[in-house]
């Protein structure tokens, strides 16, 4: 016979997994009616549900657990970003679980209730467009989450992440002050605000500064397809001109289209891309490319999640760092 499980004490009760977690828990801090507390633990002791090592190990009402979702564990930002959370969270005892939405909805949804039926302690996660409801839920139940890197408008939760619009602004006066003809924004087709912080932040001056502006824009799959046929069409190479790549794996799909096409950076053209990727090391020339303080960005989330677990409060602070453009030679 199958074991019972949380989740199915969730879906008889007609709750969230989380809340189930918190009640047989005993955690603090939680507003739970106790005619619901009341309603879980009778539905527990009638469907002979037995909490698994993990809950029975917890010290305190603790797990000394952390969820991370990560949008796409594939991307090396997400999994650097991953191994710097790890090691901070190493320091304050903690184990971290992790897992990626692949910026779907539903397995965004799926990994918390996965996160709650293990009793994490906390959740870390990179908000995707329409996992506004999952969030919302965790809130409700009170459930300690905080975001890394993005966030999204109608969520308020503390967290991590760079000050988009303002280094993208940073991007174009660079631009601007190396007189090109001709800029290229390439970024993606999404309504995640963090990404159009970028392109509205690059945009902003254009109106002004009588420079001649193209926009790309592909979606999150078949990107590399996307860019290429992309810029076959836009670019111009008559003119003096630069490339923006909002993300490293655009930046790393427009840099295979232009060895293929023996398009030389920068004698050509020349091109900025956003975060760091081990692959631009097989390149025949060093990227500019804006860095993100990751290792300071990790050591502040550890210490969000380690102060919401601790002392939960609805309303946090969202931390912005500043990022950097690291000035290489494919930009001249």
Not at 110 to 122: K, S
Not at 199 to 207: A, L, T
Not at 236 to 244: G, Q
Not at 296 to 305: E, G, P, R, T, V
């Amino acid at each position: 016979m199958k074991r019972a499980s949380i989740k199915d004490i969730a879906r008889i009760a007609g709750v969230s997994v989380a809340t189930v977690s918190y009640v047989l828990n005993k955690k603090e801090g939680s507003r739970i009616s106790q005619q619901t507390k009341e309603k879980i633990l009778e539905i527990a002791d009638s469907i002979n549900y037995v909490p698994n090592k993990i809950a029975k190990s917890l010290k305190m009402s603790r797990s000394k657990l952390i969820g991370l979702i990560l949008a796409d564990i594939s991307n090396g930002f997400y999994s650097t970003m991953a191994r710097c959370i790890e090691d901070e969270a190493i320091k304050l005892g903690y184990t971290l679980i992790i897992g990626s939405s692949d910026e779907n909805p539903e397995k965004f949804k799926q990994l918390t209730e996965l996160f709650a039926e293990h009793q994490v302690d906390g959740m870390i996660v990179a908000p995707i467009i329409d996992s506004d409801e999952t969030l919302k839920k965790l809130i409700k139940d009170e459930y300690p989450v905080v975001t890394i890197d993005r966030y999204l408008k109608d969520i308020q939760l503390p967290g991590v992440l760079v000050n988009n619009f303002e280094v993208s602004e940073q991007i174009f006066d660079f631009l601007k002050a190396k007189n090109f003809e001709e800029i290229l924004y390439v970024g993606y087709n999404t309504e995640v605000p963090h990404l159009l912080d970028r392109q509205y932040g690059f945009e902003k001056r254009f109106p002004e500064s009588g420079i001649s502006y193209k926009r790309v824009l592909v979606g999150m799959e078949n990107r590399k397809e996307e860019i290429h046929n992309a810029l076959e069409q836009q670019l111009d190479l008559s003119k003096r001109t630069a490339v923006y790549f909002t993300s490293n794996k655009l930046g790393i799909a427009g840099m295979s289209y232009f060895i293929k096409h023996n398009i030389k950076v920068p004698e050509d053209l020349s091109m900025i891309t956003f975060d760091e990727a081990e692959a631009y090391e097989l390149f025949p020339i060093e990227l500019t490319y804006v860095k993100q303080p990751l290792t300071d960005m990790a050591k502040m989330i550890i210490k969000l999640i380690d102060d919401e677990i601790t002392n939960y409060k609805k309303d946090g602070e969202r931390v912005i760092f500043k990022a950097k453009l690291i000035h290489k030679d494919s930009v001249q």
